[in-house]
């Protein structure tokens, strides 16, 4: 015999059978194909299939399977990438959900100073990725405006030595946003980003600002963006949208989608809501099931395939997530889908008093369980490698879960923060999760829609 079995796992979906290897390579069987490959009884076009995939291996294959599984894990070797700053935890909204626990407006000492803001800075420059991104978060970040602006020019000017590839985005509820600020932001080139939920009833209802409507300041900045964008003759770059949803939102996919083509938004993310920050004390009100959340999602994702058969511009981010790792040899850096997750290695936060975080959920979730140390006294190669990082690192790495069962294990990632948030252990009984069940039920639909189908025809 010229091969052995690489090590396989096993998916059925319909009457087809999903396999995938360590290294992110897929094969879809027949009924009669996987019996030939369970009882190790391959020749002719099935044997030239599995060879094709790394399903088998031998002298033809391996160097490109060692290749693939290389290029599958380069995450590992690049450094932070992510650096999120929390410029402020004040805000002048009441969001439902609002995972970030912010503070009322009048609270300044809740505001990063600029002796802070410099110190994160030099922090975040440490990092060996040549990729970083600077993004500022709240509370709504633009109530602590002029350490925003300190932040973008003082990191523009250290990059000026560092030379990366130095990307800079502010996420905001648009509540503070002026001419001013806009044409900065642009001058700058600072990704913007907001919140949109819905229509306005569903956006209001979740996102609630007491002087006047926030979706009618949304959408007004959206397309005033929109417009400077095309005025300016700026074509890399787009405003975006996020979209987090509560009970209340699962009556309206259609008008959630509709939505965003309405505005010219050609990306959506229809994000399961997380019990974290504020979120937790409203759960019983806002929350779903996965069953209910999946029905929603699959009717969604549904309508935006009708939509692009029809021409539309209109993508939903998880689908393009699980679509390109599945169909791809290199990942996509989605840290929630990944193992280990990008927990510290793949980004950190940086609150307002300069404590630093494993990730932005982390600092959401209320204790100091994932706080690894301040700016203010610590260097970056000591952070990254702490105990409490390889802990949490360790906890995120699916080999050592029922995972290593899953035929989506080369795609699927742990996180140890939402783990702690459900179940009270980073390490978590992963099958019980809310994110396993919808994770594995989301993976399912993109096999069968872009892949099964799709060999059934040809």
């Known amino acids: 015999m010229d ?17 995938t290897t360590d290294h992110g390579s897929y094969c879809i069987l027949s009924e009669d194909e996987f019996k030939s490959l369970k009882q190790n009884n391959i020749d002719g076009a099935l044997k030239e299939k599995l060879e094709k995939k790394e399903i088998i291996l031998n002298k033809a294959n391996l160097d490109e399977t060692i290749r693939l599984m290389q290029n599958r894990n380069c995450f590992l070797f ?34 990063m100073d600029k002796e802070t803001a410099k110190k994160t800075v030099d922090f975040i420059f440490h990092t060996p990725n040549p990729n970083i991104t600077i993004e500022f978060q709240g509370g709504e970040p633009m109530l602590n405006w002029d350490v925003v602006k300190y932040i973008v020019e003082y990191a523009e000017e250290k990059n000026k030595l560092a030379k990366k590839d130095m990307k800079l985005t502010i ?4 509540t503070e946003m002026d001419e ?16 949109l939920d819905g229509p306005k009833e569903v956006h209001d209802s979740n996102r609630m600002f007491i002087k006047e409507s926030n979706y009618e300041q949304v959408i007004k900045w959206i397309k005033k963006i929109k417009d400077e964008y095309k005025r300016r003759d700026i074509t890399n770059r787009n405003v975006h949208a996020l979209i987090t949803l509560t009970r209340n939102s699962l009556s309206y996919p259609k008008e959630i989608i509709d939505e965003y083509i309405k505005l010219g938004m050609s990306d959506m993310h229809l994000r399961f809501l997380n019990n974290l920050g504020v979120a937790n004390k409203a759960w019983d009100k806002i929350n779903y099931s996965p069953d ?19 021409g539309k511009k209109i993508e939903e981010r998880m689908v393009n997530i699980m679509f390109t790792k ?3 040899e290199f990942d996509p850096n989605y840290f929630e889908l990944r193992s280990p997750c990008g927990a510290a290695i793949g980004q950190l936060t940086y609150n307002y008093n300069g404590d630093i975080y494993t990730c932005d959920e982390a600092r959401m979730i209320g204790d100091d369980l994932f706080l690894l140390g301040n700016v203010k006294d610590a260097a970056y190669k000591d952070i990254v490698t702490c105990d409490k990082v390889c ?15 899953c035929a989506y294990k080369p795609y699927c990632g742990i996180c140890p923060v939402c783990n702690y948030a459900e179940q009270g252990s980073v390490v978590g009984k992963i099958t019980q999760t809310d994110r396993c069940k919808i994770y594995k039920e989301q993976f399912d639909w993109v096999v069968r829609e872009k892949f099964i189908k799709k060999e059934n025809t040809n």
Request: proline share 1%; glycine share 0%.
């Open 391 to 405: 802990a949490v690192v360790n906890a995120s790495i699916n080999d050592q879960y029922i995972c290593d069962n």
């Open 326 to 328: 599945i169909n791809t």
């Open 292 to 310: 209910e959340y999946m029905d929603f999602w699959k009717k969604a994702v549904s309508y935006i395939e009708e939509l692009k058969k029809q």
């Open 3 to 19: 091969y052995i079995i690489n090590n396989y796992r096993t998916r059925k979906i319909d009457d087809k059978y999903f396999i």
């Open 171 to 174: 996420v905001t509820n648009f």
């Open 78 to 111: 690049s450094g932070t990438s992510l650096h999120i700053v929390v410029v402020t935890l004040r805000c002048n909204m009441n969001c439902i959900y609002c995972h970030a626990s912010s503070k009322p407006e009048t609270k300044q000492e809740f505001d």
């Open 180 to 195: 001013e600020k806009l044409d900065y932001l642009i001058e700058h080139e600072v990704d913007i980003c907001t919140s």
